[in-house]
């Protein structure tokens, strides 16, 4: 099966379903990223682009894909709709996951939107968390213990984003960790990573 994480900015897709991901690749299905824009606004823009390269590696991404877009400036826009479904169309994808709306961060909101209109003929659809989602309801998990420590493998390799966040002097490890320890309570195992599911194909 062929799956897209959709992302607005490096590191946005190993926080929200790099778990989800590295379960994926370790069966042999094939992972495929969207980046919608350079992340600048956090760093040198070839930083973060070689860093985000970095992480496919270590999570086992097929290859990843850019929108070409400034921080802060992705749009709402017919112009990324097309972008995005000419991803799709190249590689099929059977599940797509992609930040939530419900987010403080316009380029979040205006990827979800975007991708909504995309993705509208992919049979799995879902939403997934990073720090500046709001009012998350999730209803689907996946257990990640057996690959937390590659979910945050990912998110190291992302070294210019290493220094504390605004979220209380937290480092984006501890925030991962953190929010992985607590979707694991609400599942009932160690670790997981939550979604908001739109469609959810299963096959029994």
Not at 6 to 14: K, M, N, R, W
Not at 95 to 103: K, R, T, W, Y
Not at 140 to 166: G, P, R, W
Request: net charge negative; proline share 3%.
């Amino acid at each position: 099966m062929n799956i897209l994480a959709i992302g607005a900015h490096p590191d946005d897709i190993e926080y929200g379903c790099g778990g989800m991901l590295a379960k994926y690749a370790k069966k042999g299905h094939e992972v495929y990223l969207f980046v919608a824009s350079d992340g600048a606004r956090g760093g040198d823009a070839e930083v973060r682009r070689r860093e985000q390269e970095d992480s496919a590696r270590v999570l086992g991404v097929r290859d990843v894909f850019w929108g070409g877009y400034l921080d802060t400036e992705v749009p709402l826009s017919r112009e990324l709709i097309v972008q995005l479904e000419a991803v799709i169309r190249k590689i099929g994808p059977r599940m797509i996951f992609v930040n939530s709306p419900d987010d403080t961060h316009q380029d979040h909101r205006h990827l979800a939107q975007c991708a909504s209109s995309a993705t509208r003929y992919v049979p799995n659809y879902l939403f997934y968390e990073v720090p500046s989602t709001q009012n998350f309801a999730p209803n689907c998990s996946t257990d990640i213990a057996d690959v937390l420590d590659t979910k945050l493998a990912c998110l190291e390799a992302h070294h210019s984003q290493m220094a504390k966040t605004n979220i209380e002097d937290l480092t984006i490890l501890e925030l991962a960790r953190s929010c992985a320890t607590f979707r694991g309570i609400q599942a009932r195992v160690k670790y997981a990573e939550a979604f908001q599911s739109v469609r959810l194909l299963l096959n029994l």
